[in-house]
């Protein structure tokens, strides 16, 4: 059986990946990222059903999309000037390089790429670490020790803590200036 050709991507109404806004690219990301969720959740059910080719199809559309998540979250981190290497576990901001622990450095590449959302001390240890074995002293730890190194980079403000909802990450606006200092009530 011939495979029809892969289409060409369309993007979305309204999606233009020059855009300089920071929210804009953010949003982008969350929309990406439930379309993903619920193709994974659609996929799980093909994938009883048998049907070879449907799912094959449909695991394109899922790559495609995967795909465009990666380029979003790129794109946001690109025009806040942060780069996080987990291989090497380093960031660099700003011309300034700042070595970090592989925890540490998975723990905000994980936040730096979800955008604008705040996840429990519970949430990390399964999402940011496969790791639901560490206990909420220890993420806070953790927390509390990258938030300190953040400050060597001038990055004091990237980690937020929204109480009863989680930390997450503001990353520094495009012209340089900094992302709020966080607060424990969530206000800045």
Not at 40 to 56: A, E, Q, Y
Not at 100 to 113: H, I, S
């Amino acid at each position: 059986m011939i495979e029809p050709a892969p289409q060409a991507f369309r993007p979305l109404p309204g999606e233009d990946h020059t855009t300089l806004a920071l929210p804009e690219v953010a949003s982008w990301i969350a929309i990406y990222e439930e379309l993903s969720s619920v193709l994974r959740l659609v996929l799980s059910r093909m994938d009883g059903d048998g049907d070879g080719d449907g799912t094959t199809a449909f695991r394109r559309n899922l790559a495609f999309v995967d795909d465009r998540l990666t380029l979003w979250r790129d794109r946001h981190q690109a025009l806040a000037g942060v780069t996080i290497d987990r291989k090497d576990h380093s960031l660099t901001y700003g011309g300034r390089y700042l070595k970090l622990t592989r925890r540490e450095a998975d723990l905000l590449d994980f936040l730096v790429r979800h955008p604008g959302r705040h996840f429990t001390t519970r949430q990390l240890t399964v999402l940011a670490w496969q790791n639901s074995r560490l206990s909420d002293a220890q993420v806070r730890t953790y927390m509390m020790r990258l938030r300190r190194r953040l400050r060597e980079v001038a990055l004091e403000g990237l980690i937020t803590i929204v109480r009863n909802r989680g930390y997450g990450a503001e990353l520094p606006k495009p012209n340089g200036a900094e992302p709020p200092r966080s607060s424990i009530d969530g206000h800045s």
